[in-house]
């Protein structure tokens, strides 16, 4: 079951009424001296979107982050007609409302205090949950995957807040960020508590430290990947992007669990961190590592006090070894059982992380979401270390975000593909042409046969009938996504998909 966040708001179905002058002084924020109703409104919900109100709600009306686009308050008139009970703004945001019918609240930063606002609102949902917070640069959807599906077999009832899935029990909910806006955050963890959910895995990107988004959100657990260059479009540098990552170490989490195995995440470490490393000197480390054939990987999960767990993970590649093992950590240290966690985590999969597409034939199809210089390097190495034959890749860049990695995604692709098809991802509003010449020069040096072929779907077919048995056709870039935004309209479109098509045509339509 499925619906549109933007349809209706998932909240709780019951939520206490908040005074405003509570949230007036929880926020230090001001409202109008001749507005005596500031005392005697009460609050139901909050929300940042005026085409999301419900009656009784708070709106925030909050300026753009991009120059020249409207402020918030500019929608405020439609939030009232919808039923808002109040609004919270800046003071330019103030100047800029009609004479209304409902107390105005006026802070000078409204986006610090939404956080602490929205959860205040809907009953600090995140006290009466175990939520662990997942950061880092790759890693984060897997490892939130597997510790999902770990602490659901060690008798957890889970949630799960991330980039490809927002799950509540069995039910499926589309995601539009990574990390939810505070309001819908906040709401989602109130509903999921109402469900009787008791543990909730939450990817955090840094976008949600720096702009507050999790502010206002308990963390059980805190959790570190790792960092490497992404972003760059939003932060200033990498050590800006790192200082978004490091607020989830700043004592919002009970418990701190990182890995070690990069400068960065050494940085964090202090004498309460727990720490995870694939073969380093760390509170958790693996031992025994085998891959086999299947792709699937077997180690042995070296914990405190001499715990020795044996883990098995389906999706093949070192670093998802390390990443079960991050996820095993996190739900030791939220109390679970790891014996049980690691039961669970051998029987998870990861859609557009490492998916493999199954039609009968006598090749490896991959599917994998890496779009950072990184992750590609990281994922070409692991399938070429299990696979006989030659690397087909099929790879693009995203337009209007970070331009630095282009050359850097083919430079990596190049130096490892046997052939290298530059394509089309998600433009966006760019030329596509101009982000596909970035990464052909970048990739100049590598000893990869290069193909340009700008529609995606005829590059995966392009890959595919060059495939012989026991080669790997891998589809990079979008994972799990389901559409192409092309000058800001979104196309269906599918790797999945469209790889499960051609495989299948090219088996004259047998498949197992």
């Not at 405020?76 to 103030?94: E, F, M, N, S, Y």
């Not at 702009?211 to 200033?236: K, W, Y």
């Not at 050494?266 to 086999?292: F, I, K, N, P």
């Amino acid at each position: 079951m499925t619906r549109s966040l933007a349809e209706t708001p998932l909240r709780p179905s019951r939520t206490a009424p908040t005074p405003l002058a509570v949230l007036a002084a929880l926020a230090g924020a001001t409202g109008s001296s001749t507005d005596p109703t500031v005392d005697q409104t009460l609050i139901q919900g909050i929300t940042l979107r005026a085409q999301r109100v419900l009656p009784g709600d708070l709106f925030v009306a909050l300026p753009s982050l991009t120059p020249g686009r409207p402020h918030g308050a500019d929608f405020a008139d439609i939030a009232v007609r919808a039923g808002a009970a109040a609004v919270l703004t800046d003071p330019p945001g103030k100047h800029r409302l009609t004479r209304g019918s409902v107390p105005v609240l006026v802070h000078p930063d409204p986006r610090s205090v939404v956080g602490a606002l929205s959860s205040r609102v809907y009953g600090d949902p995140s006290t009466r949950l175990a939520v662990i917070g997942i950061t880092g640069t790759a890693g984060k959807t897997t490892t939130a995957h597997f510790l999902e599906a770990g602490l659901r077999a060690a008798g957890g009832q889970t949630g799960l807040l991330g980039t490809v899935q927002v799950r509540i029990g069995e039910e499926l909910l589309p995601t539009e960020f990574t990390t939810p806006e505070a309001p819908e955050l906040q709401a989602l963890l109130a509903l999921m508590y109402q469900r009787g959910v008791t543990h909730v895995p939450i990817e955090v990107s840094s976008h949600s430290l720096a702009l507050g988004r999790v502010t206002g959100t308990a963390f059980a657990v805190g959790a570190f990947t790792n960092l490497s260059q992404d972003h760059l479009d939003f932060h200033a540098d990498l050590e800006d992007y790192f200082a978004a990552k490091a607020l989830l170490f700043d004592g919002r989490a009970a418990a701190e669990v990182v890995c070690v195995d990069d400068a960065w995440g050494r940085r964090l470490v202090t004498s309460a961190t727990s720490t995870v490393s694939l073969r380093g000197e760390a509170t958790w480390h693996a031992e025994d590592v085998h891959a086999q054939r299947s792709g699937s990987q077997t180690f042995r999960a070296m914990g405190p006090t001499g715990l020795n767990v044996a883990v098995t993970v389906r999706l093949p590649g070192v670093f998802n070894v390390t990443n079960a093992l991050l996820a095993l950590a996190a739900g030791h240290a939220a109390g679970a059982d790891p014996v049980l966690l690691a039961r669970g985590i051998g029987t998870a999969e990861v859609p557009g992380r490492m998916q493999r597409v199954r039609r009968g034939q006598d090749f490896l199809a991959l599917v994998d979401y890496a779009h950072k210089p990184a992750a590609v390097a990281a994922l070409l190495d692991a399938v070429r270390a299990q696979v006989p034959g030659r690397l087909l890749v099929v790879l693009g860049c995203g337009g209007d975000r970070d331009t630095g990695k282009r050359p850097l995604m083919g430079a990596h692709a190049a130096c490892r593909a046997d052939l290298l098809v530059v394509t089309d991802d998600n433009p966006r509003t760019e030329d596509p042409a101009a982000i596909r010449a970035a990464m052909l020069a970048g990739a100049q040096g590598g000893t990869a046969d290069v193909v340009e072929i700008p529609d995606r779907a005829a590059a995966i077919a392009y890959a595919v009938a060059c495939a012989r048995s026991g080669d790997a056709v891998i589809v990079a870039g979008k994972g799990h996504e389901a559409g192409q935004e092309v000058r800001g309209v979104k196309h269906p479109f599918s790797d999945a998909d469209v790889l499960a098509g051609l495989l299948e045509e090219r088996l004259g339509g047998s498949h197992d």
